[in-house]
């Protein structure tokens, strides 16, 4: 992220029309991509194997999207996702692409499109205020959100690289924490639709202080 534009890969989308009107989809139940994020997938279906065949000799873009809360298949789908582009890829040698996504910025599904293609692909409105999302930074409360993140690593024994947490920006730090938490997809949605950073920020911090709350008690006493 540079500001007033988003970097990915060898790739700057500064405006609409670095974007592209349609996009294929991959469904997946619990996983999160936000902008600057980067988001590890093991590919083996024959259906989005070709996707991935599809986006590297194209624009090297997915859209990553949840199946509709509730649903157990791909035919209803959330209507908030998030644009990837293939920024590492690599073939295994038993059929599966191991593939890194970087997130570019999220979008809303609009109608999907008849294809011949194994895969779905819709019209997309893409939220272009996410190319420019490091004007935010400022607004979010970084020490509450440190604050709930040790808490939490604290209260399940886990550490973590601080010298890297305090080194990243304040986008960096909310997208990365929320994609690495271990929520379910109803809260990974919310994370998602939040409508700027501080927002998805303090959703983060509740979030995490409901869980708290919900397996330790009163999380005022886990907080401090």
Not at 23 to 41: C, D, E, K
Request: aromatic share 8%; charged share 25%.
């Amino acid at each position: 992220m540079r500001d007033g534009f988003m970097q990915v890969g060898n790739a700057r989308y500064l405006k609409p029309g670095d974007l592209p009107d349609a996009i294929a989809v991959f469904p997946l139940t619990g996983a999160l991509l936000l902008p600057a994020g980067q988001l590890p997938l093991n590919i083996f279906e024959p259906r989005y194997l070709a996707m991935l065949d599809a986006a590297l000799t194209g624009n090297r873009l997915i859209g990553m999207v949840q199946p509709a809360l509730g649903e157990h298949e791909d035919k209803n789908l959330a209507a908030v996702g998030c644009l990837g582009r293939i920024t590492s890829f690599a073939e295994t040698g038993d059929g599966r692409y191991i593939v890194s996504l970087t997130g570019v910025c999220r979008f809303r599904l609009l109608e999907e499109k008849a294809t011949s293609d194994p895969f779905r692909i819709f019209r997309i409105a893409p939220f272009i205020a996410d190319l420019s999302a490091a004007n935010e930074e400022e607004a979010v409360d970084r020490a509450a959100l440190l604050t709930a993140f040790k808490a939490y690593l604290d209260a399940n024994k886990l550490e973590a690289d601080w010298e890297s947490v305090e080194r990243a920006s304040n986008l960096t730090l909310v997208n990365s924490l929320a994609m690495m938490s271990p929520f379910g997809p109803a809260e990974k949605q919310a994370l998602l639709e939040a409508p700027d950073l501080k927002t998805r920020a303090e959703t983060l911090i509740a979030i995490t202080e409901i869980v708290l709350a919900r397996v330790f008690g009163d999380s005022d006493t886990v907080l401090q």
